[in-house]
């Protein structure tokens, strides 16, 4: 139904900041009521309502921008001193790096989160590229001798 470009176009577009502080300073000479006022800007006295409710929470008469989505719990004031935590010693894994969160920043994160703030941070894992690859052959099923896949180069051979 959305997808409809004749819907979209008949949708209302929200009323601009202008209007905002406009109503509010009529509002604010304390002459009329706020259905008055609201009937003077020819608005609804819902969105009125709606409106003047917001500004007593925020302390600002212009929209408050819409941020959907899960809030992190680590602020981005925090990441210098992670970056500076990951510098001083490289070699922490990620379960010390959780409970050096835990202890020093207050923040409780999972294994897990911990793995995908550093992400965000641009950091990555460190792989060694110095030690041999394993030698040993990684065992079958049941300790078999052949492995299926040896033994389907053996049947076309064969």
Same mark, same amino acid.
């Given at each position: 139904?959305?997808?409809?470009?004749?819907?979209?176009? $008949?949708? %209302? =577009?929200?009323?601009?900041?202008? !209007?905002?502080?406009?109503?509010? &300073?009529?509002? @604010?000479?304390?002459? #009329?009521?706020?259905?008055?006022?609201?009937?003077?800007?020819?608005?609804?006295?819902?969105?009125?309502?709606?409106?003047?409710?917001?500004?007593?929470?925020?302390?600002?008469?212009?929209?408050?921008?819409?941020?959907?989505?899960?809030?992190? $719990?680590? %602020? =981005?004031?925090?990441?210098?001193? !992670?970056?500076?935590?990951?510098? &001083?010693?490289? @070699?922490?894994?990620? #379960?010390?790096?959780?409970?050096?969160?835990?202890?020093?920043?207050?923040?409780?994160?999972?294994?897990?989160?911990?793995?995908?703030?550093?992400?965000?941070?641009?950091?990555?894992?460190?792989?060694?590229?110095?030690?041999?690859?394993?030698?040993?052959?990684?065992?079958?099923?049941?300790?078999?001798?052949?492995?299926?896949?040896?033994?389907?180069?053996?049947?076309?051979?064969?």
């Amino acid at each position: 139904m959305w997808r409809d470009s004749a819907a979209i176009k $008949r949708m %209302g =577009k929200p009323y601009g900041d202008d !209007l905002r502080c406009k109503f509010f &300073a009529a509002y @604010d000479e304390g002459d #009329a009521t706020l259905e008055e006022v609201a009937r003077r800007f020819l608005v609804s006295v819902g969105w009125a309502k709606k409106v003047s409710a917001q500004r007593k929470r925020t302390k600002q008469a212009e929209r408050v921008p819409h941020q959907p989505g899960r809030k992190p $719990r680590v %602020g =981005k004031e925090l990441y210098p001193k !992670l970056l500076e935590w990951v510098q &001083a010693q490289p @070699d922490l894994t990620l #379960a010390e790096f959780q409970a050096k969160l835990q202890r020093d920043a207050g923040v409780s994160l999972s294994v897990t989160q911990v793995w995908y703030l550093l992400r965000k941070l641009g950091l990555r894992l460190k792989k060694s590229r110095s030690t041999p690859p394993s030698e040993t052959r990684r065992q079958t099923a049941n300790d078999a001798k052949r492995s299926s896949l040896d033994f389907a180069r053996f049947r076309q051979k064969g």
